[in-house]
């Protein structure tokens, strides 16, 4: 198992363009390459961050492996971004409606 913090070095392929790609993924606790994820909560969302497959298990002993990719969002981004997710959900809803 390799030691805690150190990086690894395999890439991710076809990675969107204009989205800054990490130059290496980190090991868990565990020494698992950790996944890039995507938050969307209000206070973060659209913000990356790493964590372990198993950050969240409800396994005996899950990893708590996380770490932030992303530098935080500016106040007025967040309202932006809520307000966008917002609509599409609006939208979502309406689709859904008009389908039935």
């Given at each position: 198992?390799?030691?805690?913090?150190?990086?690894?070095?395999?890439?991710?392929?076809?990675?969107?363009?204009?989205?800054?790609?990490?130059?290496?993924?980190?090991?868990?606790?565990?020494?698992?390459?950790?996944?890039?994820?995507?938050?969307?909560?209000?206070?973060?969302?659209?913000?990356?961050?790493?964590?372990?497959?198993?950050h969240s298990s409800l396994v005996h002993h899950a990893c708590r492996y996380f770490s932030w990719f992303d530098p935080p969002m500016t106040p007025c981004a967040r309202v932006v971004m809520v307000?966008?997710?917002?609509?599409?959900?609006?939208?979502?809803?309406?689709?859904?409606?008009?389908?039935?």
């Amino acid at each position: 198992m390799e030691a805690k913090g150190r990086k690894a070095t395999t890439r991710i392929r076809n990675w969107h363009e204009g989205m800054e790609e990490p130059g290496a993924f980190p090991l868990c606790g565990r020494g698992f390459l950790a996944q890039l994820r995507t938050s969307w909560s209000n206070d973060n969302s659209g913000r990356r961050f790493f964590d372990c497959k198993n950050h969240s298990s409800l396994v005996h002993h899950a990893c708590r492996y996380f770490s932030w990719f992303d530098p935080p969002m500016t106040p007025c981004a967040r309202v932006v971004m809520v307000g966008l997710l917002k609509r599409i959900k609006t939208n979502e809803v309406q689709r859904r409606k008009e389908r039935l």
